[in-house]
């Protein structure tokens, strides 16, 4: 009788499984301006209405020490800082779609987020694919070139020409390709024909059989398994953002230094030109406070306008992107007879009442709905018609959306 590969895995949308898919949960659409999954706060100091929150975004800034899985070591291919904040593994291998995908994924992400380390573990598919162990084994060839990270690429771009080959024609093609770029070709064939690349192959094999890997790509970000439906770029994006972020966040409320009685006008400086905004001090003190404490710690520098929707507003201040981050500190709504009654107003993005941290807005026309939930604590004295060319971008409808505007720099000038 043969024997059952121990990775009785199943095509569905391009990833190989064994136990039965996980339903997304569908979440419904976020309001344009407030803040996403808001985190219950301590109880508020009512003399400055703030509180502060400790950074336990998920999955945490640190490794998971309890992972199933083998912590990294200098056995495993890495790629990026050894010190960055965010790690993520992958087992795969190279034949299969949805691992070429993911390979198409990670490469994004590389180039997008400077403190990420990537940890590729081959996973031959022996078996399942006809060429998955083949492609493993050249890799780790390479590998004794210290070409290991050229051979995945080639075998990831080049995934269409060879997926097709008959098995005994593969050698030869990967050869042939290897030596275009520079690696031996005969060097890269002995090896490839070696007991020892075969046995080390199958050690990493024997090592996922003990795992009982269910699916490939199996991906880990900081030791934490993720499901098979965030594996896509906007999510993995939006994990490593906030983690990145927990690492900024501030652990204590800012000291209360402004002037009720003085004159702060902030200009946003950003890729679309600058935007003037002249603040209220006297209307809204603790929202005039934090941004610009904010603004003079560089919080905003290079954050995004991560939802812009045109004839309502444009919501900036949270450096994940995802609209979900803030500055480690919340405080309390600032209500006065100050009205959503024209365009150029600043507010403050919220998740209900007393909610209020980094994340800000400017309205592009009178905004009713808004009157009484939302602190006003500035208004556009230039540079309207500015924020009114941003990029627009509604995270609500989905994921495939245009990179959003950046602000350069905010200055503070204080008469």
Known sequence: MKQIPFIF???????????????????????????????????????????????????????????????????????????????????????????????????????????????FRPLPLIGILDKSD???????????????????????????????????????????????????GGQLTAALQSDQTTTRMMSMYEAAKQLSIPAVPLVLINGKLQQSYVLDYQNMSDTIGLITLGQKQFTECPPFNIDTSRQYIATLKTEKGDIVIGLFPDKA?????????????????????????????????????????????????????????????????????????????ITFAPAPDLNGSYTIFGRVLSGLDVAEQLTARDPSQGTLLPPGDKIISVTIEEK
């Open 9 to 119: 895995l199943l095509s569905v949308a391009g990833s190989f499984i064994l136990s039965g898919c996980i339903s997304r949960t569908e979440t419904p659409p976020v309001p344009a301006l407030i803040v996403e999954n808001p985190v219950i706060m301590d109880t508020p100091t009512l003399a400055f209405g703030c509180s502060v929150k400790f950074a336990d975004v998920e999955p945490t800034s640190m490794p998971n020490s309890a992972s199933f899985f083998p912590p990294v070591s200098a056995a495993d291919f890495s790629m990026g800082p050894a010190d960055a904040s965010v790690t993520i593994v992958e087992y795969c291998e190279f034949q299969s779609q949805g691992c070429a995908g993911m390979a198409n994924v990670v490469r994004e992400l590389l180039q997008n987020h400077a403190n990420l380390r990537f940890i």
């Open 134 to 184: 083949k492609a493993v084994l050249a890799a780790l060839a390479a590998d004794e070139q210290g070409q290991f990270w050229a051979m995945y690429d080639l075998l990831f771009t080049k995934n269409n020409e060879w997926a097709g080959l008959r098995p005994g024609d593969f050698n030869a093609w990967v050869a042939g390709e290897a030596s275009k770029m520079g690696i031996d």
């Open 285 to 361: 003190p603790l929202a005039v406070n934090s941004f610009v404490f904010l603004a003079r710690a560089g919080w905003f520098d290079g954050v995004t306008f991560h939802r812009v929707i045109p004839g309502f507003a444009a919501q900036a201040g949270d450096p994940s992107g995802t609209g979900r981050g803030n500055a480690g500190y919340l405080f309390n709504n600032e209500i006065n007879n100050l009205l959503f009654d024209k365009p150029g107003l600043a507010g403050m993005a919220n998740s209900g009442p007393d909610t209020n941290g980094s994340q800000f807005f």
